[in-house]
């Protein structure tokens, strides 16, 4: 993708963001899009083939990235600036939540939450079965891992809202403590 493609994408992107801040996905138009993003309707339909395909393209791009992140605790953001990036994954991509870039937090919480929940929880879903059950588990053996991966992740996007209803007053490590007192036990 060449760099006018990117910049086009990203207007897309931040346009649809702005307008989910203000009112739930199901009465946005592809029409109030592009007019947002000061694109027209054929550079829209050449990066998206309907406002679903964006919905799930914007979810893959917010969660792909802070998944990443959480998986690469050298990608920092520059939030440690001491040097000492967390050992824990969990506290890591809490740490990029707390960064709320794109508005991520207010998507989770907002009028369009389900979509942004559920995508969450999906892309969750995979660090959990990877970074944790895979390398930890020790308990509970005859419990299928499916339903493990499932119900690890679907506590901590709960362990997300409540922060966020909370008005996110415990640090990304506190939350990290309580989430993993919570889950060591199980595996």
């Known amino acids: 993708m060449d760099r006018r493609q990117k910049k086009t994408r990203a207007a897309?992107?931040?346009?649809f963001s702005?307008?989910?801040a203000q009112k739930s996905y199901s009465k946005i138009t592809v029409q109030e899009i592009i007019d947002t993003a000061n694109v027209g309707r054929t550079t829209f339909?050449?990066?998206f083939e309907a406002k679903d395909d964006l919905l799930k393209a914007l979810c893959e791009e917010l969660f792909g990235h802070i998944i990443q992140s959480a998986q690469d605790c050298t990608h920092t953001h520059g939030l440690y600036s001491?040097?000492?990036?967390p050992k824990s994954m969990f506290c890591h991509l809490l740490h990029h939540l707390q960064e709320d870039?794109?508005?991520?937090?207010?998507?989770?919480?907002?009028?369009?939450?389900?979509?942004?929940?559920?995508?969450?929880?999906?892309?969750?879903?995979?660090?959990?079965?990877?970074?944790l059950v895979n390398q930890h588990r020790t308990n509970n053996l005859d419990i299928p891992q499916d339903f493990l991966v499932n119900h690890i992740s679907g506590t901590f996007v709960e362990m997300v809202l409540?922060?966020?209803?909370?008005?996110?007053?415990?640090?990304?490590e506190q939350l990290d403590r309580y989430f993993r007192a919570v889950i060591e036990p199980i595996l």
């Open 101 to 131: 870039e794109h508005h991520i937090l207010a998507l989770l919480s907002g009028e369009s939450s389900e979509w942004f929940l559920r995508c969450f929880k999906d892309s969750l879903c995979e660090l959990i079965q990877t970074q």
């Open 45 to 47: 339909y050449a990066h």
């Open 12 to 15: 897309i992107f931040e346009a």
């Open 18 to 20: 702005t307008l989910l």
């Open 82 to 85: 001491d040097g000492s990036a």
């Open 162 to 172: 409540w922060w966020i209803r909370g008005k996110r007053r415990q640090t990304p």
